[in-house]
């Protein structure tokens, strides 16, 4: 049980699919809202859909979160819980709330058409209000089984302080009575989700701007649910909607709904990476290489967040990562780095890694073997002049090339790119001062008189 006070959010995906940025960041902030409030951050897998939810989704959605950091700090299943939906919509019922109807999906649809060629907006007319006991029996006897609606309070305007959009305010008799249950007795998203709220004692609830019409229609549930003394909180959970998340080109694209943690971690994408971007994409705070959860935590404020859509940048999230691949300590890392690359190793090339993939390929430089390059005749006489001028001091790529310099008046590139192409094969890559040492003096004077041989 949670006191009363306590901040309780949760993100409660559907196991239809694997979690895609949107989500993620939906998740994020939830998580975030819970920490900086000391409250709970619930995983609540919605899976009323025994159709469309999977159990691999469902582990995968597990597992996303866990690469992300944002562990929960508990798990509901709606599937578990069909027994309180049951108590819910009886005690609904018994206030006159919810009522069967017998429509199909063709004559829904008919009615809808005509309405809309009428210019009315395509409302559910409440038909079924008016049919009498008899008329419902014999439908039943006919073997038409209802489906059921919430009905709405058409006399109470709908007014909510919302956490980013401020003060909204919805008509009733402007929605459709929503359908909460199906035929076959199965529910729909709109009633577990407000029980779960309910007896979850969620404080807050935080998501996409494209559930704010669910808000109003669930606002009634709550107060509804409320007043028919339904077990659990007896207080409605403050709302918040998000602005969605768009692509870099400004839409709602097709690629961003299908883009998830595989497909980021395949890339290299580190999960801090994709935390700091999505922490503050589309708030006015500024997005930064922040590997530093607690930081984000501490600034985490729905009021900073805005109304237009967050423009979602592939390339903003390839720069932060390799800001913080940048800064990452040898001790959190080593695991990942390619064997014998010790501290003095990862030093050497973090500065020039856009992923810690990356890595290896450059560890192959120190540990060899390295092509030998192509060089033009006098550069080959350069290299050989530099195997003989090899000296392993403390710092021997300074030594050999102050030398290099004032016996062959070389400056610049012809100092340096020459020396570089036989150490490493390529023409550029990691500082030479530190990777020198690291390549060894044995292994560096054999490079160089390799080059001067020639390839
Ligand atoms: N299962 C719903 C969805 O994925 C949950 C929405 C909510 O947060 O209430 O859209």
């Given at each position: 049980?949670?006191?009363?006070?306590?901040?309780?959010?949760?993100?409660?995906?559907?196991?239809?699919?694997?979690?895609?940025?949107?989500?993620?960041?939906?998740?994020?902030?939830?998580?975030?809202?819970?920490?900086?409030?000391?409250?709970?951050?619930?995983?609540?897998?919605?899976?009323?859909?025994?159709?469309?939810?999977?159990?691999?989704?469902?582990?995968?959605?597990?597992?996303?979160?866990?690469?992300?950091?944002?562990?929960?700090?508990?798990?509901?299943?709606?599937?578990?819980?069909?027994?309180?939906?049951?108590?819910?919509f009886?005690?609904?019922k018994?206030?006159g709330?919810v009522y069967p109807c017998y429509e199909t999906a063709q004559e829904l649809e008919l009615k809808r058409?005509?309405?809309?060629?009428?210019?009315?907006?395509?409302?559910y007319d409440r038909a079924a209000l008016s049919l009498s006991e008899e008329d419902r029996a014999a439908k039943e006897a006919d073997g038409i089984a209802p489906h059921w609606r919430f009905k709405?309070?058409?006399?109470?305007?709908?007014?909510?302080?919302?956490?980013?959009?401020?003060?909204?305010?919805?008509?009733?008799?402007?929605?459709s009575d929503p359908v909460i249950r199906r035929a076959d007795g199965s529910?729909l998203?709109?009633?577990?989700?407000?029980?779960?709220?309910?007896?979850?004692?969620?404080?807050?609830?935080?998501?996409?701007?494209?559930?704010?019409?669910?808000?109003?229609?669930?606002?009634?549930?709550?107060?509804?649910?409320?007043?028919?003394?339904?077990?659990?909180?007896?207080?409605?959970?403050?709302?918040?909607?998000?602005?969605?998340?768009?692509?870099?080109?400004?839409?709602?694209?097709?690629?961003?709904?299908?883009?998830?943690?595989?497909?980021?971690?395949?890339?290299?994408?580190?999960?801090?990476?994709?935390?700091?971007?999505?922490?503050?994409?589309?708030?006015?705070?500024?997005?930064?290489?922040?590997?530093?959860?607690?930081?984000?935590?501490?600034?985490?404020?729905?009021?900073?967040?805005?109304?237009?859509?967050?423009?979602?940048?592939?390339?903003?999230?390839?720069?932060?990562?390799?800001?913080?691949?940048?800064?990452?300590?040898?001790?959190?890392?080593?695991?990942?780095?390619?064997?014998?690359?010790?501290?003095?190793?990862?030093?050497?090339?973090?500065?020039?890694?856009?992923?810690?993939?990356?890595?290896?390929?450059?560890?192959?430089?120190?540990?060899?073997?390295?092509?030998?390059?192509?060089?033009?005749?006098?550069?080959?006489?350069?290299?050989?002049?530099?195997?003989?001028?090899?000296?392993?001091?403390?710092?021997?790529?300074?030594?050999?090339?102050?030398?290099?310099?004032?016996?062959?008046?070389?400056?610049?590139?012809?100092?340096?790119?020459?020396?570089?192409?036989?150490?490493?094969?390529?023409?550029?890559?990691?500082?030479?001062?530190?990777?020198?040492?690291?390549?060894?003096?044995?292994?560096?004077?054999?490079?160089?008189?390799?080059?001067?041989?020639?390839?």
């Amino acid at each position: 049980m949670t006191s009363a006070n306590t901040t309780v959010t949760r993100f409660a995906p559907s196991p239809t699919g694997r979690l895609h940025v949107g989500n993620i960041r939906t998740a994020l902030h939830n998580w975030m809202l819970a920490r900086k409030a000391g409250g709970r951050f619930l995983l609540r897998i919605d899976d009323t859909d025994a159709e469309r939810s999977r159990e691999t989704y469902v582990e995968a959605i597990r597992d996303d979160l866990a690469w992300l950091g944002l562990e929960p700090d508990g798990e509901e299943r709606q599937s578990e819980r069909l027994a309180h939906y049951e108590a819910a919509f009886e005690a609904l019922k018994a206030d006159g709330r919810v009522y069967p109807c017998y429509e199909t999906a063709q004559e829904l649809e008919l009615k809808r058409k005509i309405q809309l060629g009428r210019g009315l907006p395509p409302i559910y007319d409440r038909a079924a209000l008016s049919l009498s006991e008899e008329d419902r029996a014999a439908k039943e006897a006919d073997g038409i089984a209802p489906h059921w609606r919430f009905k709405l309070d058409h006399d109470t305007p709908i007014v909510w302080e919302d956490g980013v959009r401020g003060r909204q305010k919805f008509d009733a008799a402007q929605l459709s009575d929503p359908v909460i249950r199906r035929a076959d007795g199965s529910w729909l998203y709109m009633l577990p989700s407000a029980v779960d709220d309910l007896e979850m004692g969620v404080t807050n609830v935080l998501r996409g701007e494209d559930h704010v019409s669910n808000t109003a229609v669930q606002i009634q549930m709550f107060t509804a649910l409320i007043a028919a003394q339904h077990n659990g909180s007896s207080t409605m959970p403050d709302f918040a909607h998000e602005a969605l998340l768009v692509g870099s080109e400004g839409k709602l694209s097709k690629r961003l709904g299908s883009l998830g943690c595989d497909a980021f971690r395949e890339r290299g994408i580190e999960p801090q990476a994709l935390v700091a971007l999505l922490a503050r994409l589309g708030t006015a705070l500024p997005v930064e290489p922040i590997a530093d959860r607690d930081l984000l935590i501490e600034s985490f404020d729905l009021a900073t967040f805005g109304r237009a859509p967050a423009r979602f940048d592939d390339g903003e999230l390839d720069r932060i990562n390799a800001a913080l691949v940048h800064k990452m300590e040898y001790r959190d890392i080593a695991h990942r780095l390619p064997e014998g690359m010790d501290e003095a190793g990862w030093h050497a090339v973090r500065p020039n890694l856009e992923k810690v993939g990356d890595a290896a390929a450059i560890w192959q430089l120190v540990t060899g073997p390295v092509p030998v390059p192509d060089l033009p005749e006098e550069d080959r006489d350069y290299c050989g002049l530099a195997a003989g001028a090899l000296e392993w001091t403390d710092d021997p790529w300074r030594s050999l090339t102050t030398r290099l310099k004032e016996e062959t008046g070389r400056k610049g590139k012809s100092l340096f790119l020459p020396l570089r192409l036989a150490l490493t094969g390529q023409a550029s890559g990691p500082d030479m001062g530190e990777l020198l040492p690291l390549i060894g003096e044995d292994a560096a004077r054999t490079r160089l008189e390799a080059a001067a041989r020639g390839a």
